[in-house]
């Protein structure tokens, strides 16, 4: 812990503590339903990290579960100790069984747009700890203080197959049309056990209604479901097939600047 800047509030000289940017107890709850605890984290590279930590207190064996996506972003009082844990609280409930068994349920409205707020800080956090390309501004995490998602948000949901690791894949996709028109895009498609999202941004306005961008067809496209921008209804989770490792690969590449 140490004294910084909130990348989230924004407020300075305050106390930064840890953050993970897959939450302790998600982590712990999946690695303990799986047959081969691991954590596996997809980039171009495929690198592949074990998540295991076996530590001896006492003489006793205890066995220490972390995702090694941890870093000191959020400060303690307004942020980590403040909304980002409430989140956390009111999302465990339900998060956890579809994060470990997969099993269907039917999520409310008030339980959709906890989720909506979950994936977006989960992917905020994702996406700060990358200080290669931050796509997220200032302003927009700080909207996420008052419960507020950016604007050009696009969030899906979807049952992975697996229930045996953790995978997060960013894309920062960028290009200029023929109109001379420059799109700018992130994309960011992940699963924690068997709850999967994916999310989609954008600059630019109305960028959406004006096709700015294509999607490529998958073969389990009528399996995801759209959560955001919500219609103020509840979801049956989840719709149809399940989501393996070629089709999250896929489902990660599937937008691209129409020229």
């Known amino acids: 812990m140490h004294l910084g800047t909130c990348q ?3 407020r300075t000289n305050v106390l930064i503590n840890k953050e993970d940017a897959w939450p302790w107890w998600l982590s712990r709850a999946v690695l303990d339903g799986s047959n081969k605890p691991q954590m596996r984290q997809t980039r171009k590279d495929g690198v592949v990290e074990r998540a ?3 530590k001896k207190r006492k003489k006793r064996e205890k066995r220490m579960y972390t995702v090694e996506h941890v870093a000191h972003i959020a400060c303690r009082d307004n942020c980590n100790g403040g909304w980002m ?3 956390e609280a009111k999302n465990k409930p339900f998060l956890e069984s579809m994060a470990v068994s997969g099993a269907g349920c039917q999520l409310t409205p008030e339980q959709v747009a906890l989720l909506v707020l ?3 800080k989960t992917v905020m956090v994702f996406d700060v700890m990358d200080s290669r390309a931050t796509f997220f501004s200032a302003d927009e995490r700080n909207g996420m203080t008052y419960l507020k998602p950016p ?3 696009h969030i899906w949901t979807f049952r992975a197959l697996s229930n045996r690791y953790f995978s997060s894949d960013p894309h920062h996709f960028f290009g200029q049309r023929q109109d001379g028109l420059f799109v700018s895009a992130f994309s960011f498609t992940a699963n924690a056990g068997r709850f999967g999202f994916h999310l989609l941004a954008c600059r630019g306005q109305d960028w959406y209604s004006r096709k700015l961008l294509r999607t490529k067809p998958g073969r389990l496209d009528s399996s995801l479901i759209p959560i955001w921008p919500t219609n103020g209804s509840g979801i049956k989770w989840p719709l149809h ?3 393996d490792d070629p089709d999250l690969i896929a489902l990660a590449d599937r937008f ?3 020229t």
Do not use: A, S
């Open 8 to 10: 989230f509030c924004g």
């Open 52 to 54: 295991v930590r076996m």
């Open 85 to 87: 844990g409430t989140l």
């Open 118 to 120: 979950w994936i977006t």
């Open 241 to 243: 097939d399940d989501f």
């Open 151 to 153: 604007d050009n948000l």
């Open 256 to 258: 691209v600047v129409e």
